[in-house]
């Protein structure tokens, strides 16, 4: 059906509104059944052995004596997952990544798994697997890996991407190149240079809740899985391919969602349960320790980047340029081309180059976290925007509104932008209280821009409407923040009808056409649209119902305000149907009363956010403390302002942990030290000041609402923004993240000495 | 694996003692749990203790306090008089975990676990306090710094478990105070720290000191050179300079997750300074 | 293994059951008593995502065994709520929207009513200290620490 998205603007009911959401009351008096909350009658326990070696070839595995113990019911290897992928290169990786073939690659990689009646005796059964190992030389660093000294993770890599075709295998798979102009040229125009380089080291989303699972394999051939993803149906087609399953006799259903940013876009743990169900024809539950989270799910890159911009002395930006080396975990990857697309979005620059290259490491695959690879990127770029400022003598406020893309701005990645909020961020910043307020000894303010993509993809939906006029949502993109009551909003404001009238649901695979994952800020933005597309089209139906019941034509019938009208002077008796009405005599008119949707939703408006905030060093031990934050992103529509505040305050607490505390730290061994809480230091409630937040509307001309994807964003600023502020509170500049107590100190004796 | 309640400390020392396997005494649990859900330990008997007469109580004796082995160490900072009489020992043992661990955590469950990062015990040390140490047949009192003597290791014989921590009565113009560096606010794992106990005289000028590092070394150190450096002053900034010199220099870290040897040997000497400023102002000094 | 035979209270109601000596009081809960809405986030007592009241005090599930139960008193998540109708704390948790994905709500929930039946009236540094045991990765506690501060004014005019 013809579909309009096109943005109209209109005075909106309930989009804009603050509803608790519909399902609030479960997750408040924990009822709100999560991966780990299910359970099968006849369940097994899995679990997975996984290597202690950063880099080993597995000679053999002995699984006969787990086999042999009491109560296990299956063990399974790489074996039991034959490489059904048919040269599909991604989804061998992610086949090698869940098993292990023939090496294991990173501490925690898997290499064995077990099914047994209770956990004990599957703990049990995994000590007893022998693993044959020839440890081999492993290499962790980005920079390191890079070198032609370095351990080769694969042999049959050639860097993809080069001028000319390599002869030797490397941890490079890839360069990438972005940008338009001629950067020699622009380096020439400026009065100013300010080159440096930086480093990141690897995060993890961080999720609170573990991967968790139950398997339930018929020896039918058909299957259920319960899962906590934000994907189901990419979790069904890849399980399914692994599997050799068909896609639609595997039907997942995904719990509610305990944390996922990202991290539960990936199948790890899933085809092993089912594997392991299939084997001992029982279901299986399986769910990740911490540690297991750490070692062996999720993590982001870590990244080197060199940064070169150059400005006239009255701020205009003449070149810019950035090379950026992204770690992929021992799997290739698109995590710098991500970086060097992002770099440098925010500017309207006539001369700009970023190379990306992509380096295989001996560290879990990297995974998507909230707009990957764009934090690292805008750190490198936005402290060195600050740093160029101060050279000019410029305002760093005024310098990037000087230098801001706008409408029709050229993005360094290619495309030309529409209207975009980079701008409008960046004025309002510079008119909030808090870039005026004063500071105290010790304390330094920084601030910093964002950028992200957005992405829409397939998405469907079905609305049905009951016979007492009730209405039913499902939709097929899992809610990680609230999307059930920004999308019962948008159905209540399109039908007319009020917000509680309606009720949303996530729909399990078998219950609803394909859905891309909740991922690229998509959830809001694409079911929202599909919502308004099936609202409308099952208006289309209630008008033609009410006419029928009218015995009137159908064109003299519109829909106001959840009613259908009758228009024209000759119908000017009849009263308006409600939509209860309407509904209440359906079975007469031609059953039940449902609009459907499926579509690709294209046009995610790109999304710019600009950061604020004030740090307190502690000179004598490096100890920060977070003072005050502010937060300026476009949403260009608000359909939740709550739930937009929330992902603008979350992903402002997740990026001041990465900017001051968390990383991964592996030791000469090559194994990880910190995989839990108590070393792994995700920001605690005593660590963070409230975080302000101000909403931007600045419509998507693509959306009929106007919305963007507001859930990325918000990481971007914050790794930037910080080391800007730590640097002016220390009086040094900060080039590695995260800026632990014992860096910050060494920085500013290092100052002090030379 | 069996988990027995006995009633009297005679009995938890005589299960221990007579034990064949692994054997783990469960106070707190807080670091116990975490070694068996880790697979690091797999005891074959715990011996809860919590039932024990006693255990569970802070008194106040003649002497000073005695602070049973089960007490949590939320309990210790609930006790008025011993708040009041050792206020760095009771924000040592508030440091502790979150509050749900300082629902269940003890000081002699910190002391036992032997890490040299403990919270409680460079405070413990500082403070001059003893271990009661039963054995099936033997009662003894020890210096808490005796009790760990290496990452995870302690001088108990098999079979002996502290009953309680003394604590001696507060002498008039003295004080103690405990700072640790963490890089969060709350939850981690002390990077450095230092405990401080200052006794003035009537002027004002320290009498006796002791000072005590955790961190810094495979156990706590008392540093008797900052004892040294600060008896007869009266903190002045010279002094102070001293002492954190000093308490660097007695430091022997390593580089590991948490730090670096660079990092803790600095703020060592930065947190000496700091607590022991804290402690004279507590102890009346100006 | 020997079974070991706990009876104790939890929510108002006389329970027993028989666990493993090594098992956590959060596995019983969740495993044998089917009361999931303590949820395992570390299992280590870093996340505060496991936490339950045992006798007037907060402590973490996960590092509680099951047999230390016996005889004692036990206050979960799904003992917060008088029937239907909610505790202001989870009222408000709700009008604050003071949970994305809700996982630690059920810990926070906990933590907070622990926190206000011990001081009624705290500042935000107060609540912000109270609630350091908790994990939560989605909303920044911004939302969270507000909530509180609501549910506390509530709970004084009551």
Known sequence: ?754 | MRYIRPLSIEDAAGLLADSAGTAAILAGGSDLLVRMKGGFIEPDLIVDIKAIDGLGEIRETAEGFSIGAAVPCAVLGENTALQKAWPGVVEAAKLIGSKQVQGRCTIVGNLCNASPAADSVPALVAAGAKAVVVGPRTRRTIAVEAVPTGPGKTSLAKGEIIEAILLDKRLPRSGDAYLRFIPRTEMDIAVVSAGVNLTLDEQGRVKSARLALGAVAPTVVLVEEAAEVLIGSKLDEATLERLAKVCSGACRPIDDKRGTIEFRRKVAGVLARRAATTAYARAGGK | MAGVAVSTTINGDNVEFLCQPDETLLDVLRDRLGLTGAKEGCGTGDCGACSIILDDRLVCSCLVLGAEAEGRHLETIEGMAHGDRLHPLQQKFLEHAALQCGVCTPGFLMAAKDLLAKNPDPTEEEIRFGLAGNLCRCTGYDKIVRAVQDAASVMKQA
């Not at chain 1, 790489?78 to 490489?83: F, G, K």
């Not at chain 1, 839990?676 to 409630?685: A, E, Q």
């Open chain 1, 1 to 754: 059906m013809n579909f309009d998205p096109r943005y109209s603007g209109r005075n909106f009911t309930s989009v804009g509104t603050r509803p608790i959401r519909p399902d609030g009351v479960d997750k408040v008096t924990g009822r709100a059944r999560y991966g780990a909350d299910f359970n099968m009658a006849g369940q097994l326990v899995g679990r997975v052995l996984r290597s202690p070696h950063a880099h080993a070839t597995i000679r053999k595995i002995d699984t006969s004596k787990a086999e042999k113990l009491a109560g296990v019911k299956a063990v399974i290897t790489a074996a039991d997952l034959p490489d059904l992928t048919d040269g599909d290169a991604a989804m061998y990786d992610i086949l090698d990544n869940c098993m292990a073939r023939k090496k294991a690659l990173y501490d925690g990689h898997a290499v064995a798994a077990v099914a047994a009646v209770d956990a004990r005796t599957a703990k049990q059964a995994l000590k007893l697997i022998e693993v044959d190992y020839e440890v081999l030389p492993h290499v962790t660093d980005v920079d390191e890996a890079m070198k032609h000294s370095a351990p080769l993770i694969n042999d049959a890599i050639f860097t993809e991407g080069l001028e000319e075709k390599p002869v030797k295998p490397s941890n490079v798979t890839k360069r990438t190149q972005y940008g338009h102009g001629d950067i020699h040229e622009g380096f020439g125009q400026a009065d100013f240079v300010v080159e440096r380089s930086f480093k990141t080291e690897q995060t993890h989303q961080g999720y609170i809740e573990p991967h968790a699972c139950v398997a339930n394999v018929s020896s039918d051939g058909t299957a259920d899985l319960w899962v906590c993803t934000q994907g189901h149906f990419v979790y069904r087609q890849h399980c399914a391919q692994l599997l050799g399953m068909e896609a639609s006799k595997l039907r997942v259903t995904s719990s509610e969602i305990g944390g996922g940013f990202g991290g539960k876009t990936h199948v790890w743990a899933e085809p092993v349960a089912l594997a392991l169900s299939r084997k001992a024809g029982r279901p299986v539950k399986l769910v990740m320790t911490r540690d297991e989270v750490f070692r062996a799910s999720g993590p982001t890159s870590a990244t080197s980047i060199d940064v070169r911009i150059g400005a006239r002395k009255d701020g205009t930006i003449t070149a810019a340029e950035a090379t950026l080396r992204y770690s992929c975990g021992p799997y290739a990857g698109m995590w710098a081309e991500i970086g060097a697309m992002t770099a440098f979005a925010c500017y309207k620059l006539e001369n700009v180059k970023t190379v990306g290259y992509e380096v295989l490491v001996n560290r879990p695959k990297t995974a998507a976290y909230r707009a990957p690879s764009a934090p690292m990127a805008a750190f490198a770029v936005e402290s060195a925007v600050d740093e160029l400022a101060k050279e000019i003598g410029m305002d760093p406020v005024e310098f990037r509104i000087r230098n801001a893309a706008q409408e029709g701005t050229r993005s360094s990645y290619g495309p030309v932008y529409g209207p975009i909020g980079i701008g409008p961020t960046l004025e309002a910043a510079k008119n909030h209280p808090h870039m005026k307020a004063p500071l105290g000894k010790n304390q330094g303010r920084g601030m910093a821009c964002g950028f992200w993509f957005n992405f829409g993809g397939q998405t469907c939906t079905d609305l049905n409407i009951g016979m007492d006029g009730s209405v039913s949502l499902a939709v097929g993109t899992v809610d990680v923040g609230g999307s059930r009551a920004s999308l019962s909003l948008v159905a209540a404001e399109e039908l007319g009808i009020p917000y509680e009238q309606i009720k949303t649901v996530v729909a399990d695979t078998s219950s609803l056409g394909y859905n891309d994952m909740t991922d690229g800020s998509r959830g809001t933005f694409s079911s929202s649209m599909a919502t308004i597309s099936a609202a409308r089209n099952a208006i289309k139906i209630l008008r033609e119902r009410a006419a029928q019941m009218w015995d009137i034509p159908v064109d003299d019938v519109v829909w106001e305000e959840g009613h259908a009208i009758a228009k024209g002077a000759t119908h000017g008796n009849l009263s308006p149907l409600s939509l209860k009405e309407i509904a209440a005599a359906s079975g007469k008119t031609g059953g039940p009363i449902a609009g459907h949707s499926e579509l690709v939703a294209d046009g995610a408006g790109v999304s710019f956010a600009t950061h604020i905030c004030d740090i307190e060093v502690d000179p004598e031990t490096g100890s920060t403390r977070v003072l005050r934050y502010t937060v300026v992103q476009d949403a260009g529509k608000a359909v939740h302002p709550t739930y937009v505040e929330g992902q603008y305050q979350g992903g402002a607490a997740q990026g001041i942990g990465w900017a001051l505390n968390e990383e991964y730290i592996y030791g000469k061994d090559g194994r990880l030290q910190n995989p839990g809480f108590l070393d792994y230091r995700i920001p605690v409630c005593s660590d963070l000041p409230m975080i302000d937040t101000q909403i931007l509307e600045i419509p998507n001309p693509n959306h009929p609402y106007g919305v963007r994807g507001v859930g990325e964003t918000s990481i971007v600023p914050p790794l930037a923004a910080i080391a800007n502020a730590v640097s002016n509170a220390a009086g040094v500049r900060m080039t590695h993240i995260p800026m632990s107590p014992p860096r910050i100190l060494a920085a500013i004796e290092a100052e002090r000495g030379g």
